[in-house]
């Protein structure tokens, strides 16, 4: 199969770590994003399947936008976050709520047609 060349923005930091473990495993960095990429994808296609129930939904969406609870849950998970990461996860929450409400509209569409 053919491979599609895709052209993204790093910062400095992640190419500093992808470049080691690129000389480390003695591959491309390429080959190391694509593998990255391919061991992620499945968990991002979980999470929106998982969006278009509306109890996980809510329930996801209600821990992202509490501050409070996501610090408790970084301690018990021994990662911190910081108030900018807190912050865009409660940013990005009213995205992600239309965006399964409406995978959850495709879906019952598709079952009744």
């Known amino acids: 199969m053919a491979k ?4 993204i923005r ?6 500093k770590r992808l ?3 690129a000389s480390e495993r003695e591959e491309t960095r390429s080959s190391v994003i ?3 990429v391919d061991n992620g994808i499945e968990d991002e ?3 929106l399947d998982q969006m278009t129930n509306p109890i996980l939904r809510n329930l996801i969406l209600g821990m992202a ?3 409070k609870f996501m610090k408790i849950m ?4 021994r990662e911190e976050f910081s108030d900018e990461d807190l912050a865009s996860m409660g940013q990005r929450a009213p995205k992600l709520k239309a965006m399964g409400e409406r995978r959850q509209r495709e879906k019952n ?3 009744q047609g």
């Open 10 to 15: 790093l910062g400095p930091e992640v190419i």
């Open 34 to 36: 694509e593998r990255i």
């Open 109 to 111: 569409k598709s079952k």
């Open 45 to 47: 296609e979980s999470f």
């Open 4 to 7: 599609e060349v895709v052209t």
């Open 19 to 21: 470049d080691y473990i």
């Open 74 to 77: 970084g301690k018990v998970m």
């Open 65 to 67: 936008g509490s501050p």
